[in-house]
């Protein structure tokens, strides 16, 4: 004990004599528990797994400079920093803690954690499957606005695909809402609505869209492998590395959004663009739904008006989003809308009001200080309709309107 202490003495003042810069905080407990001690009589480090975790941790340094880079405030640059750590703790949950041969729903974001451009009006919830395997889920709709099955195939690195959709519009119900979709390879004998899967298959995304939390019930549903989970076994060293490499995959998708979904909105603010699934990519898109996103630059004392003429649609809401694609405070601050929550002019029209400050607009959605942002619209079931698109104004607020509250 006194020879370690003396060798972490030594190299603390051998640091500073020579300049070193030493590691803060936790780093430096790390770096001071790690010297003395004696290694493993084996060397892991040329396991997999290993390697696979040194690709994640490059990854994520990578995605740290990124944010530096393309941050345009101070603000931007200290939440990307808490960003990233909620997608590695995303990617972590959904991929590395899956496992395809026990499959679980398991939800994507959590009450504050809302990331990758979705919506708070919704729920995500996704299961890890493979191609060795074939698959049988069960449930009951609920009452919600809407619920959607993605499957996706792609392993590893690959660029994720779609390769089935189901919708509670498609699916074969009972009188009570209850469903039964199978996932094989060859058409099973039982009944339910059958997707075939590929060898490469990777993940059943489920959307659910929920227009008023306090009357609509959630879905429940199940998934299980045909024939019964089979019995746990540790992952092999392959195994554990592919799953790393997956939950590698999925942070680099969901932390470069920006860059790849629409990245002219950044540079041409206060517009909308319309778009589909085709153009975002089946893989992270509701099929079932007309996009239009939009992004906003307000100077302080200035808002952006939007109006817009929405469809005969049983769902449909407007989203504020920083440059990451996280959604704001939305649990404290109005910073979403859905059919349900605005005051509809007399022709059936909508007008919202994108500001800094409270002006007591009854559409108002709250910037929560952003001088940039994202604005993403969902029309549900209007992906082939010519809805009109936004009309956008941005406008100087009353000089009184400055303080805002």
């Known amino acids: 004990m006194i020879r370690k202490a003396l060798t972490i003495i030594f190299t603390l003042a051998l640091g500073v004599y020579l300049g070193y810069q030493l590691p803060r905080g936790a780093g430096l407990v790390s770096s001071l528990i790690g010297l003395g001690g004696q290694g493993p009589a084996e060397d892991y480090s040329t396991l997999a797994s290993h390697q696979a975790l040194i690709d994640f941790e490059t990854t994520f340094s990578n995605a740290r400079e990124m944010v530096l880079k393309d941050a345009r405030s101070a603000q931007e640059a200290i939440e ?14 959904i991929i590395a803690d899956a496992n395809p041969a026990r499959p679980r729903f398991q939800r994507m974001d959590t009450w504050v954690r809302k990331a990758g451009g979705d919506n708070p009006d919704a729920e995500y919830f996704l299961a890890a499957i493979d191609g060795t395997h074939d698959y049988r889920i069960t449930g009951n709709l609920g ?14 690195i690959e660029k994720r695909r779609q390769v089935g959709y189901l919708s509670d519009r498609t699916l074969t119900l009972d009188e009570a809402g209850n469903f039964t979709i199978l996932l094989s390879k060859t058409e099973p004998q039982e009944p339910g609505d059958w997707v075939q899967i590929p060898q490469d298959a990777s993940a059943v995304l489920v959307r659910q869209y929920i227009a ?37 995959y999925a942070f680099f998708a969901l932390t470069h959004l920006h860059r790849t979904v629409l990245p002219e909105l950044m540079e041409q603010p206060n517009a909308f663009i319309r778009a589909t699934s085709d153009k975002l990519g089946g893989a992270i898109s509701g099929q079932d739904n007309l996009y239009m996103l939009g992004s906003y630059q307000l100077a302080q004392g200035e808002a952006l008006k939007v ?16 440059r990451w694609h996280e959604i ?21 029209s909508v007008e919202f009001l994108v500001s800094h400050v409270d002006t007591g607009h009854p559409n108002w959605i709250d910037t929560s200080g952003h001088a940039f942002g994202f604005l993403t619209l969902r029309w549900l079931d209007a992906r082939h309709e010519d809805v009109p698109m936004p009309e956008v104004e941005l406008v100087q607020l009353a000089a009184d309107s400055d303080q805002g509250t």
Do not use: C
């Not at 549903?221 to 195994?239: C, F, H, K, Q, S």
């Open 80 to 93: 990307g920093m808490r960003f990233l750590l909620r997608v590695a703790a995303m990617s972590t949950h």
């Open 143 to 156: 009452s919600v606005r809407y619920v959607g099955f993605t499957i996706n195939a792609g392993q590893g």
């Open 212 to 248: 008023d939390r306090d009357k609509e019930a959630l879905p429940e549903m199940a998934i299980e492998v045909l024939g019964g989970n089979l019995p746990y076994r540790p992952p092999t060293d392959e195994e554990m590395a592919a799953t790393i490499t997956g939950t590698t």
């Open 307 to 322: 109006t817009v003429q929405p469809p005969d649609s049983r769902y449909w809401n407007l989203v504020a989003e920083t």
């Open 328 to 348: 704001y405070d939305y649990l404290t601050r109005p910073t979403s809308r859905t059919l349900e929550d605005v005051e509809f002019a007399a022709d059936g």
